[in-house]
């Protein structure tokens, strides 16, 4: 399909889906999160396609919701088209793992679809925070609740509460970011990691995807289970064999999602 928003690029089994409004700091109108969920799905059912990059420019990822856009909304308008409501399920739909490439600001909007993806990687120059309050609103793509699994209460009410930024260092030691990188390195990096996943096998990294997900959802005990039991799941597939032949063997292993 073709995009107006957004950029997609496809190499050495990567999606790089690159966010484009520059003029208005990638911020995120209805059809930029259509399009994003759109080219997500596509890549999720593209054979060749096996990791996900998401990122925006070197000055943002993406500054929030579209304000233009919203300023004139009513209560009836947003509520009867559920504004932004099938996006959550649509990112949270994905199989293929996610990665978020972060350079500076990721604001509301921003904040929150890069804490959609699987994990975030940081330029020492990415800026996070929720300041929907000093709209008038509060955040409504999980702000409030991610952020908070995330950084734990405290953190996330400060940010929630000021509209105040972190920094990628405190991201980083908050745990919202696996890594931070200098701004130059970051797309080397990103794609990096991704090609990286790329060689695993498909079929572990979907499995490892779902069950670290499913630490969101299920209490210690039930999570414990869904884990041992995709686990014993892996010993059915051809990759399984292949992986620790390999190990013994002193070579490389070669999946074919088996
Ligand atoms: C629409 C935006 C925008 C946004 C920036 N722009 N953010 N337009 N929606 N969220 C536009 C500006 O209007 C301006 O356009 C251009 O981008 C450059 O922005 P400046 O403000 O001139 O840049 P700068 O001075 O460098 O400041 C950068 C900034 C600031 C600190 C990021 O732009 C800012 O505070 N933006 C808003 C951040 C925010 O409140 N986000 C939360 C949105 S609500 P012109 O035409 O004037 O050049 C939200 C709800 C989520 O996200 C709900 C679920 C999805």
Do not use: W
């Amino acid at each position: 399909m073709a995009f107006e928003t957004i950029i997609v690029e496809i190499e050495d089994h990567v999606a790089l889906i690159k966010l484009d409004r520059p003029d208005a700091l990638n911020a995120l109108n209805t059809q930029l999160l259509g399009e994003v969920c759109t080219a997500l799905e596509e890549a999720d059912g593209n054979d060749k396609v096996r990791c996900i990059v998401i990122t925006g420019s070197d000055k943002a990822f993406a500054a929030g919701a579209d304000i233009k856009q919203m300023s004139e909304m009513s209560f009836v308008d947003v509520y009867s088209q559920n504004l932004f409501g099938d996006v959550n399920d649509r990112i949270c739909a994905i199989r293929k793992p996610i990665i978020a490439a972060v350079g500076g600001y990721a604001l509301g909007g921003g904040c929150e679809l890069a804490m959609l993806c699987d994990f975030i990687i940081a330029a020492d120059t990415a800026k996070f925070g929720q300041p929907e309050i000093n709209l008038g609103v509060i955040a409504g793509l999980g702000g409030s609740q991610r952020l908070t699994r995330f950084v734990g209460k405290s953190k996330s009410m400060d940010m929630n509460l000021t509209g105040r930024f972190m920094d990628a260092e405190e991201a980083e030691r908050a745990g919202l970011v696996s890594r931070v990188v200098p701004a130059k390195k970051l797309m080397e990096e990103a794609i990096g990691v991704a090609q990286k996943i790329a060689e695993k096998s498909q079929l572990s990294a979907m499995a490892a995807k779902e069950a670290v997900n499913r630490s969101y959802e299920l209490p210690l005990s039930e999570g414990m289970l869904f884990e041992r039991r995709v686990f014993h799941s892996m010993f059915a597939t051809d990759d399984q064999k292949e992986g620790m032949a390999a190990f013994l063997e002193k070579r490389a292993a070669q999946f074919r999602d088996k």
